[in-house]
């Protein structure tokens, strides 16, 4: 690994400023990020320290409950994004069409849900139809078993969906766009929170290649991730090597996703990564946890190529696609465990590594 590689640190707390210049070199810093890695670690985000330790405390209530309680809070069907996911459920290299070991995390999701739009207040929202499975409701835990889980979990996913919003607002103004460009995209997001324990389950042996979580691509627009300051997330840098990121303090990190990819014509960059499983510097396993907030658009959003980013021709290397379209072939391969035969840009990317590993 190259020591040099380094995710840059934004202080976005000068976007609130009324001065244009400042706000400029808040919105050119994440511009730069964008453009080059894709990663950023956020500070001066405003989210109160209390709000951060609550998703650690929601995070060590559900996932130290007995194996069978958490089991008995997984959804009906992969397709249904909500609740427990266990050990070796998933595979998140499938979202790529590549092949290999089941991933050794467990998750717990919760998202937005249809009812959470019931009082939009917009008589053409509310004829949308919006479907059950991708707004499905939530699974919570007993509060007897999880005292506090739900509201912590939930005031922490309010936080994270304002600071997501803020960061595309920025974008926005980097892009030369009208700050709230995208806002009609994402007035009935499809949010999800993922709450991820990366301990290896006792008396685990890996498999050889088997990773925490596997290499991909997000799939929205953009993430906000709260991390342990724990060696195991990677990122694939641009010279095709391998780099560990560990948050900085008190900084929230975000890394983009495919649709801002294809909505800028890959002028911003949905960066590879991956989790190695966490271990202590005599290899045994260590706990690591995490919580990916996913803001990924609205369903019937049709996602286009921005036209300042098309080409001098006014085309673009990508096709038009709805987000629904869209996070729905790349859950199949995730969850769904169906290899995805769409996403043959992004595993040229891991591709490459992975035949140089071999060739050597």
């Given at each position: 690994?190259?020591?040099?590689?380094?995710?840059?640190?934004?202080?976005?707390?000068?976007?609130?400023?009324?001065?244009?210049?400042?706000?400029?070199?808040?919105?050119?810093?994440?511009?730069?990020?964008?453009?080059s890695i894709g990663f950023m670690q956020i500070v001066?985000?405003?989210?109160?320290?209390?709000?951060?330790?609550?998703?650690?405390?929601?995070?060590?209530?559900?996932?130290?409950?007995?194996?069978?309680?958490?089991?008995?809070?997984?959804?009906?069907?992969?397709?249904?994004?909500?609740?427990?996911?266990?050990?070796?459920?998933?595979?998140?290299?499938?979202?790529?069409?590549?092949?290999?070991?089941?991933?050794?995390?467990?998750?717990?999701?919760?998202?937005?849900?249809?009812?959470?739009?019931?009082?939009?207040?917009?008589?053409?929202?509310?004829?949308?139809?919006?479907?059950?499975?991708?707004?499905?409701?939530?699974?919570?835990?007993?509060?007897?078993?999880?005292?506090?889980?739900?509201?912590?979990?939930?005031?922490?996913?309010?936080?994270?969906?304002?600071?997501?919003?803020?960061i595309t607002s920025i974008m926005a103004h980097a892009?030369?766009?009208?700050?709230?460009?995208?806002?009609?995209?994402?007035?009935?997001?499809?949010?999800?929170?993922?709450?991820?324990?990366?301990?290896?389950?006792?008396?685990?042996?890996?498999?050889?290649?088997?990773?925490?979580?596997?290499?991909?691509?997000?799939?929205?627009?953009?993430?906000?991730?709260?991390?342990?300051?724990?060696?195991?997330?990677?990122?694939?840098?641009?010279?095709?090597?391998?780099?560990?990121?560990?948050?900085?303090?008190?900084?929230?990190?975000?890394?983009?996703?495919?649709?801002?990819?294809?909505?800028?014509?890959?002028?911003?960059?949905?960066?590879?990564?991956?989790?190695?499983?966490?271990?202590?510097?005599?290899?045994?396993?260590?706990?690591?946890?995490?919580?990916?907030?996913?803001?990924?658009?609205?369903?019937?959003?049709?996602?286009?190529?921005?036209?300042?980013?098309?080409?001098?021709?006014?085309?673009?290397?990508?096709?038009?696609?709805?987000?629904?379209?869209?996070?729905?072939?790349?859950?199949?391969?995730?969850?769904?465990?169906?290899?995805?035969?769409h996403a043959q840009r992004e595993a040229a990317r891991?591709?490459?590594?992975?035949?140089?590993?071999?060739?050597?």
């Open positions: 690994m190259n020591d040099s590689f380094i995710v840059p640190t934004i202080d976005i707390s000068a976007w609130s400023s009324n001065d244009p210049a400042t706000r400029d070199e808040v919105a050119e810093a994440v511009d730069a990020a964008c453009r001066g985000h405003g989210i109160p320290p209390e709000i951060v330790n609550g998703l650690g405390d929601a995070i060590d209530t559900f996932f130290d409950l007995p194996d069978d309680t958490k089991a008995s809070h997984r959804a009906p069907r992969p397709s249904i994004n909500r609740g427990y996911s266990p050990p070796a459920a998933e595979r998140l290299s499938y979202s790529l069409g590549i092949d290999s070991p089941a991933d050794m995390f467990e998750a717990f999701n919760i998202g937005a849900a249809v009812t959470d739009f019931v009082d939009h207040g917009s008589d053409e929202f509310d004829t949308r139809n919006l479907d059950p499975e991708i707004y499905a409701s939530n699974i919570w835990p007993d509060p007897d078993a999880a005292p506090d889980f739900e509201p912590n979990a939930t005031a922490w996913f309010q936080q994270a969906g304002q600071l997501a919003r803020t892009l030369d766009l009208e700050e709230r460009f995208f806002e009609p995209y994402t007035d009935h997001s499809i949010d999800v929170l993922r709450m991820v324990n990366y301990a290896l389950p006792e008396g685990v042996q890996l498999q050889p290649d088997q990773l925490g979580m596997g290499a991909h691509t997000d799939f929205g627009i953009v993430t906000v991730l709260w991390a342990d300051p724990v060696p195991g997330l990677e990122i694939l840098g641009p010279e095709a090597s391998w780099h560990s990121v560990i948050p900085a303090p008190d900084a929230i990190l975000v890394n983009l996703g495919d649709l801002l990819e294809q909505w800028t014509n890959d002028r911003y960059t949905s960066t590879m990564h991956r989790v190695v499983p966490p271990t202590d510097a005599e290899g045994r396993s260590i706990r690591r946890r995490s919580a990916a907030f996913f803001h990924d658009g609205n369903a019937d959003a049709l996602i286009s190529t921005i036209s300042s980013c098309r080409e001098t021709d006014g085309t673009s290397s990508y096709t038009d696609v709805t987000v629904a379209e869209h996070l729905s072939q790349k859950l199949s391969g995730s969850r769904g465990l169906e290899l995805n035969t891991i591709e490459q590594p992975r035949k140089e590993k071999v060739d050597t």
